[in-house]
């Protein structure tokens, strides 16, 4: 609960900061496909993972420093994760992490516009917070759903905090915003860490939202 808070407070301070001098506040929202990497000394365990369909939504916070460039900060809930299958015996057995994280990415902007129409390239960090997570699992119909213990020791699945990269690019018209974003982690989330092992994240984003303001 106490890296809540920061995380909580670093959200609050930085959108109070720019609100100082914003141009534009706008909502956000679409779809993540997650997967995670797993690896380590001896091997990399999620070559065989697949892209877990989840969300993506919250504020945003546009400062303009120019006609090409721009800083936008957010506090966006995500979901992150990955599907697994495996098969045993002839039965196929699906594993599905399914995460929520409160992430605030920070990014810089740069982008020229042709008339209504602004096409922009972006990049910059982001630190995160799981929130809540469950591991549903299913064979041959049936299923089952445990949640996820999040904590530093060798008991837990999953580290809470989460640091990365987001790059992205995408389309602005009329105050409408479109853009595919990739984020990715750079904390390793795993606790355990021995013989090398380590968990990041791997997320693409679609998004669709609306910028008040001018």
């Known amino acids: 609960m106490k890296n809540l808070g920061k995380v909580l407070i670093i959200s609050i301070l930085t959108l109070i900061g720019m609100q100082t001098f914003a141009q534009k506040i706008g909502v956000q929202g679409g779809i ?20 877990n369909l989840g969300f993506n939504g919250g504020v945003t916070l546009e400062v303009g420093l120019g006609d090409l460039l721009s800083v936008e900060a957010a506090v966006m ?11 045993f015996l002839g039965i196929e057995f699906t594993t599905r992490a399914n995460l929520l994280y409160l992430d605030v990415p920070v990014l810089v902007k740069v ?4 008339g209504p129409v602004k096409v ?7 630190i ?28 837990d699945y999953l580290k809470r905090m989460d640091f990365g ?5 995408g ?12 984020s990715l982690g750079l904390a390793n989330i795993s606790p355990i860490t021995d013989n090398g092992a380590k968990i990041n994240h791997k997320v693409i984003s679609l998004s669709l939202g609306y910028k008040f303001g001018k």
């Open 128 to 155: 995160g917070y799981g929130i809540s997570g469950k591991l549903k699992y299913e064979a041959e119909g049936e299923s089952d759903t445990e949640d996820v213990e999040w904590g530093d020791s060798e008991d």
């Open 32 to 51: 993540n496909l997650a997967n995670i990497l797993a690896k380590d000394d001896d091997d990399t365990y999620s070559d065989d993972f697949e892209v």
């Open 111 to 114: 982008g020229p516009s042709f």
């Open 120 to 126: 922009f390239a972006a990049a910059g960090p982001y």
């Open 77 to 87: 809930a995500n979901s992150k994760g990955f599907k697994m299958k495996e098969e």
């Open 171 to 182: 389309l602005e018209a009329m105050g409408f915003t479109i853009g595919a974003y990739y």
């Open 165 to 169: 990269a987001k790059f992205g690019a």
